[in-house]
């Protein structure tokens, strides 16, 4: 499964890695050099990033599954369980 960006982001991250260059490391690439940096660590670099993101979403939803029998669990037969009213002689 490649990860792909929406256009909008994808120019966004382009924009970012060219002031990165140009703020952090005194040079300037162009368009072309930045997209394809982009490609590489799409291609590289996220599916790493992707995976761990999903293992984490799934060890939380498996921990909200495992709470479900706290959270949504009902006591059966209480009637008999109940305070009995008093009787009358």
């Not at 490649?2 to 970012?16: F, K, N, W, Y």
């Not at 996220?46 to 706290?70: M, T």
């Amino acid at each position: 499964m490649s990860i792909e960006l929406p256009r909008e982001v994808r120019q966004q991250a382009v924009q970012s890695i060219e002031r990165y260059f140009d703020e952090e490391l005194g040079q300037r690439i162009g368009n072309i050099q930045a997209g394809a940096m982009l490609n590489f660590f799409l291609q590289e670099i996220a599916p790493s990033v992707y995976n761990h993101a999903i293992r984490d979403a799934q060890e939380r939803l498996l921990g909200r599954v495992q709470e479900l029998d706290i959270e949504c669990h009902e006591d059966e037969f209480m009637h008999w369980r109940s305070p009995a009213p008093p009787r009358r002689r």
